[in-house]
């Protein structure tokens, strides 16, 4: 065997040797990556402070976010992991004594929705946040939004546009705590746990609004400052933007589309009724906050929080789908369970006491059968 065969076996044999430690290497890689992802969520959020400014004219958001998490397990945390829109990016993070923290942020597909994507973020806290311990992020991000109609999601076509805007988790307006796996943030649940001040700067020919307290509203120079705060513990934040009209009682704030006048009044007598009935039923809410049905556009979906209800024009615009209303007014009472249970059972018996609440209120069956 010539020597020059055996030099060029040789060098084949280290190619193949090299090309297979670079795979090795890339699995782990890989697999390092992966793994910052299979663990639980450890912390909490316990309150926001957002300052939010709408620029309609480059259709984007410039907002400043205090968000102040708790670590509450026995396991320490390195790394605050954030979610936010993937075309927005962080230009800040410091702490609450304006020190600056390291951060990176990239955008990823979701590990079980690769369809998914977001901007992932990870802030090294200036020590490791050990049981108890809380910090507060002071994080300066803007952007656009551009919903996540591609996702399957065909209710978040978020936008900004002069027409109707709305802020919300569903296009993760603003960071949350979270990692790219759908499974490991919806283990980690939605109970309530903050609470949350929030300034919105926008053109005062429109009307920002929310579930929350308003406590003041600023106009200067052609803009308004809508300032609120939480009445009772969230788990999400909604701000939704347009020329907004309100009907109210003490305990009942019904804000709708000044285009929906006629449907508002019907669907403000509804409520009243709809309340009554589930008070009758079930007994009063524990805590009687004045709580808030928000008229939005058909197709951005129906919602309910603590406080609000995120309800599409539909119910405006059409008294046979006032159902709706009566679904999401159903899950004011809904309470905490100390079993566990399939995420959507909540969403079965609302819809079942939707179905029995027409047949009450309207004396007719979803079917059209007359009582």
């Known amino acids: 065997m010539s020597p020059i065969f055996i030099f060029f076996q040789n060098l084949k044999l280290k190619r193949k040797i090299a090309i297979a430690l670079l795979v090795l290497l890339s699995m782990v890689i890989d697999s390092n990556a992966q793994n910052n992802f299979e663990k639980n969520l450890l912390l909490k959020t316990i309150n926001y402070d957002l300052d939010v400014h709408v620029d309609y004219e480059n259709k984007k958001i410039i907002s400043t976010c205090g968000m102040t998490v708790i670590n509450r397990t026995d396991e320490e945390s390195k790394i605050i992991p ?6 927005m990016k962080v230009s800040s993070i410091k702490e609450e004594n304006g020190n600056p923290l390291v951060y ?10 690769e369809i998914y994507q977001a901007n992932y973020i990870e802030v090294v806290p200036a020590k490791p946040l050990l049981k108890g311990d809380s910090c507060k992020l002071i994080i300066e ?13 065909n209710y978040v076509r978020d936008k900004i546009d002069a027409e109707f805007t709305i802020l919300r988790p569903d296009c ?5 705590l979270g990692y790219p796996s759908e499974k490991i943030n919806r283990a980690a649940g939605f109970s309530p746990s903050f609470n949350y001040t929030i300034k919105i700067h926008v053109p005062d020919s429109l009307v920002a609004v929310n579930g929350g307290a308003l406590i003041s509203k600023k106009t200067k120079d052609g803009y308004s400052t809508y300032t609120y705060q939480n009445t009772k513990l969230a788990w999400r934040i909604d701000i939704a933007i347009g020329k907004y009209k309100i009907l109210e009682t003490p305990l009942l704030k019904i804000y709708y589309l000044e285009q929906d006048s006629a449907g508002a009044q019907t669907v403000f007598k509804y409520a009243r009724r709809t309340l009554k009935l589930y008070s ?14 928000i008229e939005i556009p058909g197709g951005y979906g129906s919602q309910a929080d603590e406080t609000c209800i995120l309800q599409t024009a539909d119910a405006f615009n059409d008294s046979t789908q006032m159902r709706q209303l009566y679904h999401e007014i159903s899950h004011l009472w809904n309470v905490k369970s100390n079993d566990q249970y399939y995420p959507r059972w909540n969403e079965g018996l609302a819809t079942f006491i939707e179905y029995l609440t027409i047949e009450k209120l309207e004396k007719s069956s979803l079917f059209g059968l007359r009582n």
Do not use: C, H, I, N
């Open 104 to 113: 990176s942020q990239r955008v990823l597909s979701f590990e079980d929705w």
């Open 141 to 153: 991000y803007e952007g656009y939004l551009l919903g996540y109609t591609e996702t399957g999601m």
């Open 280 to 293: 009758e039923w079930w007994g009063k809410l524990k805590e009687s906050k004045t709580f808030s049905v």
């Open 172 to 176: 993760k307006a603003y960071p949350e």
């Open 82 to 87: 954030l979610l936010l829109y993937r075309l």
